[in-house]
């Protein structure tokens, strides 16, 4: 939808009211839980008792605060009263320099054999979706 | 019942940057994403950048949760300014940016600057197709800020240090902050930048007219294969 104020377009966004405090993890459980809905959907189930997640290490992801996130958007929904297992992911990189593969820590990502910091990501970068129980 | 689903939650946010990404392309445009803190000087910067750079080829689409403030500052300077009101949101979604793609002159444009809503984190999270991502720092805010949110500052490809007309005043150690940088990233480059006093200027718009010159010859050779 737009409209004009002036010479400006302003273009209005609304979604699910959230806390400060779980801003970050609420981005994500904002996105995860329609996924959740829509896969139990097509899988016939009834409700949605555990969401198990797997958090790369990079994702800055705080498995708490993913938690109370998930809670605060479950309410109404088939996933009301489920359970969220946050899997945390180490990282794995691969430095383009010297192709050493090696877990960084997520602020220091200087290659243990050439001390470059300049990596291929293999792996703690993503947040996957990995399994729904619920009853059919 | 279980189901194993094993889906990447990002994927439908990432398929649309990617969309974004093939029309910026199409269009000639270089699209850099300015992510900072609230108040480190994103919209500062542009009205700064805009009248040198080429007023009448950039747009501008700003994220903020409200008002249009931003937008109407950075309008005199800018092709078409473009306010998105996110209500509670912290950043910008993919799909925000596609929707507002059909309404812009694209085909006027070389610069699209998205001014992202003020967050060290969530924006880092969700691409928006840019073809740049522009991290802005500002002296005020202190010299730990890149070990405190090394995630965002690891993907910069370019990291301004604005308002360093103050480091004569505040306690900031820009040698400090270079260390950071270094364990995360060795390819990121550091530019003091001052919009009120000019320092870093000429640096900034050549890295723009050089970054959109790379942009458009990687088009140019894809075309002729």
Known sequence: MF???????????????????????????????????????????????????????????????????FKAVIPGTIVEGAVLRVE??????????????????VDDFICRSCQKADVEILRGNDIILKTIEGNK | MKVNVVKNVLRANDIVAQENRSVFKDKGVLALNLISSPGSGKTTLLEKTLPVLSPDKSIVLVGDLETTRDAER???????????????SCHLYANQIAQ?????????????????????????EFDLGENLKIILLSVPEGDDKVAKYPTIFRVADLILLTKCELLDILPFDVQRVKEDLAKLNSNT???????????GMDVWIDWLKQKRQESIGAQAKFVTE
């Open chain 1, 88 to 105: 945390a992911e180490a990282a794995l990189v691969r430095c383009r320099a010297c192709q050493a593969e090696y877990q960084p820590d």
């Open chain 1, 3 to 69: 409209y004009s104020y002036h010479h400006i377009f302003i273009l209005p966004f609304t979604v699910n009211l959230f806390t400060l405090e779980i801003m970050h993890e609420m981005s994500i459980v904002t996105v995860l839980i329609d996924q959740v809905i829509d896969i139990a959907q097509r899988n016939r189930l009834k409700d949605v008792q555990v969401v198990v997640l797997v958090a790369g290490q990079l994702r800055q992801v705080v498995p708490e605060m993913m938690q109370e996130a």
């Open chain 2, 189 to 199: 480059t550091l530019l003091p930048f001052s919009s009120f006093k000019g320092d």
């Open chain 2, 100 to 124: 507002s793609l059909s309404a812009l002159p694209l085909d006027d444009a070389q610069y699209l600057f998205i001014e992202n809503v003020g967050n060290m984190v969530c924006p880092g």
């Open chain 2, 74 to 88: 950075v309008a005199p300077h800018a092709l078409n300014a473009t306010q998105i009101n996110t209500g509670l």
